[in-house]
Nanobody
Framework: QARLVESGGGSVQPGGSLRLSCAAS????????MGWYRQAPGKSREWVAD???????NHADSVKGRFTISRDNNKNMVYLQMNSLKPEDSGVYYC?????????????WGQGTQVVVSS
């Protein structure tokens, strides 16, 4: 059964760093673009970054230069290194797997991990 499990969230002061991890299982890694989204209280979910099954990477302008997405295809893991964190980066961060090849299907979400950036 397809499953995504996030970890690594927590509380950090502005300017600090966190590394989020997402473990994929149930054959939803190869053939899938992996991404991170976030949702702040009272706001809609927004795209943060993604990395395609072929390795192409994109980051939202709001995090470019501070966040870095990466994936380990041997471990079925995707990571989000977050540096120079700001209070506006706070929210629940969700891992996403989206089929991006002809042999994969579906769109999957994890349960989310909370990030709080506050002094």
């Amino acid at each position: 059964q397809a499953r995504l499990v996030e970890s690594g969230g927590g509380s950090v002061q502005p300017g600090g760093s966190l590394r989020l991890s997402c473990a994929a299982s149930g054959s939803i890694f190869s053939g899938y673009a992996m991404g991170w989204y976030r949702q702040a209280p009272g706001k809609s979910r927004e795209w943060v970054a993604d990395i395609g099954s072929g390795g192409d990477i994109n980051h939202a302008d709001s995090v470019k230069g501070r966040f870095t997405i990466s994936r380990d295809n041997n471990k079925n893991m995707v990571y989000l290194q977050m540096n120079s964190l700001k209070p506006e980066d706070s929210g629940v961060y969700y891992c996403n797997a989206r089929a991006d090849t002809s042999y994969s299907t579906g769109n999957f979400w994890g349960q989310g991990t909370q990030v709080v950036v506050s002094s």
